[in-house]
Every structure is written in structure tokens, then in C-alpha cells.
Nanobody, 117 residues
Framework: QVQLVESGGGLVQAGGSLRLSCTASGRSFSAMGWYRQTPGKQRESVATITSDGSTNYSDSVKGRFTISRDNAKNTVYLQMNGLEPEDTAVYYC?????????????WGQGTQVTVSS
């Protein structure tokens, strides 16, 4: 059973920084990433990183957030700088594993990020 354990959320003032961490049990995840969700809205991708280090960011966080990954530790990080009130959301860690039946996604429990103005 794959488990993802997140940490690092909290309350910060606008312009501040936070660093999220997520460690996954098991091995062989083709991609890991961070998604976020606010009440009444669909979960959206924030940043993803593949096992070979290729990254993808949503337009809203480009230049402010940086995703990185330690494959040996199965850990993904999200450094968030220049936080804005619009970044307030529950952030979910994702790990994807490729199987013969297709990709399978695993999710963390979510961590709250609140940015005050």
C-alpha cells in the first residue's frame, strides 16, 4: 500500500515563503507533483516533476514556486516564494506509477496553506 506523507503547510503573510515536503512509501514513481484545491473548485495542478527531472508549472506559479525531487528518498519538495492570498488552498501531493493497466495515481491527505494579505 502506497502512502504519501506531507508536511510544511501553514499560515504566512503575503510575500512570504513556505516549503512543502512529501515522502512516498514504495518505489518507481514516474512522476510526482503538487496539486491544490479551494472550496467549490476542481483540484488543479501546481507543479510536477518526472523521475528524470523534467518539470512543469502552472502559469500562476511560474517564477515563484520551485519543485524538486530526491529519488533516493522518494521525496518531492515545493518551495513557494512570493506567496499571494490567491495561493491559499489545500495542497495535495501526488505520485504516479506506470502499470500495465495504465498510470495509477496516489494522493496525500492534503496540507493547508493560508496566505494572509
Amino acid at each position: 500500500q502506497v502512502q504519501l506523507v506531507e508536511s510544511g503547510g501553514g499560515l504566512v503573510q503575503a510575500g512570504g515563503s513556505l516549503r512543502l515536503s512529501c515522502t512516498a512509501s514504495g518505489r518507481s514513481f514516474s512522476a510526482m507533483g503538487w496539486y491544490r484545491q479551494t472550496p467549490g473548485k476542481q483540484r488543479e495542478s501546481v507543479a510536477t516533476i518526472t523521475s528524470d527531472g523534467s518539470t512543469n508549472y502552472s502559469d500562476s506559479v511560474k517564477g515563484r514556486f520551485t519543485i524538486s525531487r530526491d529519488n533516493a528518498k522518494n521525496t518531492v519538495y515545493l518551495q513557494m516564494n512570493g506567496l499571494e492570498p490567491e495561493d491559499t488552498a489545500v495542497y495535495y501531493c501526488n505520485a504516479r506509477r506506470d502499470t500495465f493497466q495504465g498510470p495509477r495515481d496516489y494522493w496525500g491527505q492534503g496540507t493547508q496553506v493560508t496566505v494572509s494579505s
